[in-house]
C-alpha cells in the first residue's frame, strides 16, 4: 500500500534495532553522573496552539508569558517551544526563512527576551528547536543558491543538473507525489526536499553553511537558552554522489536517508563550536537505525548529543489497537541497551502524533481520565528524561475532525491529493487521518469555558476541540483528583525519588499482556510501579506482598485491591 502520511512513514520504517545483553547496572552506583537535563522533566509547547495573546486566532510568545505561572505550577524544569523563527510556515515554522528573527505570527525579538528572562526568573530552562536539515525556499540562502549556477550560496543546497538527466528517485515525506527532487527551470535543475517542496535540504558538506549554521546556534545561546533539540538531524550528513537506491528502499527509508558517515563529523564540530562553550543540554529527532546509532550519538565520551529520541515506541500505537506487550519489549529493551552507557528520551507524544490519551489510552468518557493518568505515571516512572506535550496534561484528546477542509497540516493535506490524483480510497483515508493526523495533537490549549477555549478571543487557527466545554484547566484546578492534579503530583513524587530518575529498572510478570510492572531501584530504595494497560481487570504476579507496600500514588480514588488492578489502574508502592 502507498504510504499514507508522515506518521505512516515512521509505522512501517519501524528501525531494524538490534538486540542487547542486558548488562550490569552502573547508572545505579555511587558514581551516578548527575546532570541536570536527566532529573528534568520537558514541557513541550506548540506556540501556534498554546495561548493567543493578541485575538488574531494564532498563539504567540506573550500568550506563553501570560502563563507562566501556570507552566511553574505543573512542576516541571524545561520548556521546548516548536519553531519560533520567522517563516512563511509552509510547515508551522518547520521551513525558517530567518533563523535570528521572530515569527510575525509569534511576537517580536523584544518578545522572545521578556519570555526568556521570565522563565529564568522561574527557573524554567527554555529548549530551542534547531531546524537545519533544510531551511524555507524563502530564506534568503535559496534565493541567492536558485538565482545562479555561480552564485556563492549554490552549494548551501544540493542541486542536480538537469543535463546529467533525472536524478535517481529519492522519495520525499511531504511531496505530493513523494518526488524528493524538484525541478527548477530558472538554472535547469533539480533541488533536493526530504520534507515538502518549500522544505530545500540544506548541504552540510559546504564547511560554510556548516559554520553560518553554529554562528547561528551561538547567537541563540548567547541569548541564554538552555538547550537545542535538533529537528530532523539524522539526515543531513547524506551521500551526495546520490546512487539509485534499491526498488522499495523508501518502505526503510531511516535505514537509506539517516545517518550518513559524516554526520558525527558535523556533530562533534557541533560540540566543539558551540555545546561545549555553554551550558546547554542538545537532544536530537531520530536515534538512527541501531541501538549502536544510538549510542554513537549520545554517549558522553563521544562529545556529540546529550540525548536523542528514537520512534519506535512513538509508533506502536495503531488505529486497530497495540500490543501491551510489544510496548512493554521496546521500553525495556531500550532500557536495557542504556542501562550502562548514555541517556534515554522517554517520550509517547508530541507535534508530529495525534495525542497521547487517543493513541495509547483510551479516550472515552469512561477511561479518559483514567488512562491519561495511566500514562502519566508511566512516563514519569521510566528511567530517561520525559518529554510531555502541552494539553497531555489534562488528557486532551484527538480532535477527530470529520472534514478535509478542517484539517490544516500541509503533509495531510498534500496526501490527501495524491489519494485524489492516484484513486486511492478517501474514506478510508479520513478515517485514518482522524486518528493518526498531527492537527488532533495541535488544537488550542483548553484553558476554560470560554468561547474557544480561552485560547484565542479571535478565530482559531485550527478548530478548537468541541470537549474544551469539560476538559480544561479551570475545572481541574478545582478538582483535586484531576488530570492536571494528577500530572502534579506524578511530577512531584519523580522530584521527590531520585529512584524515579536514575534507578535501575526491572521488569517483572514479563510475560503478562495487560500489566506492565518493574521496579526501579536505587541505594536500597525499592518501588514497584504497577500498570494497567488495558479497559478490563488484569491481575499481576508481582512476587511481593502488596498489602505490606506503602502505597505513594494512584490513579484510583478508592483503595486497590493487592494484585488485581481495575481498568487502567497505575500504582506506585515502595517496597
Ligand atoms: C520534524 C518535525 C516535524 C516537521 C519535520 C520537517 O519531524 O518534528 O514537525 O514537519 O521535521 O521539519
Known sequence: ???????????????????????????????????????????????????????????????????????????????????????PNDDNGYDVSDYRNIMKDFGTMSDFDALLKAMHERKIKLVMDIVVNHSSDEHEWFKQSRSSRDNPYRNYYH????????????????????????????????????????????????PKLRQEIYDMMKFWAEKGVDGFRLDAFQFAAKDTTFPAFPKGFEK????????????????????????????????AEGAGNTFQDA???????????????AFEAIDIAKPEGYSVLHLKNVFSKWDSAFAEKGWLSVVLANHDQARLVSRFGNDQPEFRDLSSKMLTTFLMSMRGTPYYYYGDELGMTNAGFEKIEDYKDMPTLNEYQNQINIGGDL??????????????????MQWDTTANAGFTTGTPWLKTNKNY???????????????????????????????????????????????????????????????????????????VDVNKATLLIGNYTSAPAAEN??????LIYEL
Open 1 to 87: 500500500m502507498k504510504l499514507l502520511s508522515y506518521f505512516i512513514v515512521f509505522l512501517l520504517t519501524v528501525f531494524g534495532f538490534i538486540s542487547c545483553k542486558s548488562k550490569t547496572d552502573s547508572q545505579t552506583t555511587e558514581q551516578i553522573d548527575r546532570k541536570w537535563w536527566k532529573e528534568a522533566v520537558v514541557y513541550q509547547i506548540y506556540p501556534r496552539s498554546f495561548k493567543d495573546s493578541d485575538g488574531d486566532g494564532i498563539g504567540d510568545l506573550k500568550g506563553i508569558l501570560s502563563k507562566l505561572d501556570y507552566i511553574k505550577s505543573l512542576g516541571v524544569d524545561a520548556v521546548w517551544l516548536n519553531p519560533i523563527y520567522s517563516s
Open 159 to 206: 542541486w542536480w543538473n538537469a543535463e546529467k538527466g533525472k536524478p535517481p528517485y529519492r522519495y520525499s515525506l511531504f511531496d505530493v507525489n513523494h518526488d524528493a527532487w524538484k525541478y527548477d527551470s530558472l538554472t535547469n535543475a533539480y533541488y533536493l526536499h526530504y520534507f515538502s517542496q518549500k522544505q530545500p535540504d540544506l548541504n552540510w558538506e559546504n
Open 252 to 283: 526503510n527509508f531511516v535505514q537509506y536517508y539517516a545517518m550518513g558517515p559524516n554526520l558525527h563529523t558535523y556533530l562533534k564540530e557541533m560540540h566543539t563550536e558551540v555545546f561545549s562553550k555553554y551550558d546547554v543540554m542538545s537532544v
Open 295 to 309: 549510542h554513537d550519538l549520545v554517549d558522553a565520551d563521544r562529545n556529540e548529543l546529550n540525548m536523542a529520541y
Open 427 to 444: 474514506k478510508k483515508y479520513m478515517e485514518l487521518i482522524k486518528f493518526s493526523c498531527r492537527d488532533n495533537g495541535r488544537t488550542g
Open 469 to 543: 466545554v469539560s476538559i480544561n484547566v479551570s475545572a481541574q484546578e478545582k478538582d483535586a483528583n484531576s488530570c492536571l492534579n494528577y500530572f502534579r503530583k506524578m511530577v512531584k513524587l519523580r522530584k521527590d525519588n531520585e529512584v524515579l530518575v536514575y534507578g535501575q529498572f526491572t521488569s517483572i510478570d514479563k510475560n503478562n499482556p495487560a500489566v506492565f510492572a518493574y521496579t526501579r531501584e536505587m541505594k536500597g530504595k525499592k518501588l514497584l510501579v504497577l500498570l494497567n494497560f488495558t479497559n478490563k481487570p488484569a491481575a499481576v504476579n508481582t512476587g
Open 565 to 570: 488492578l481495575r481498568p487502567y489502574e497505575a
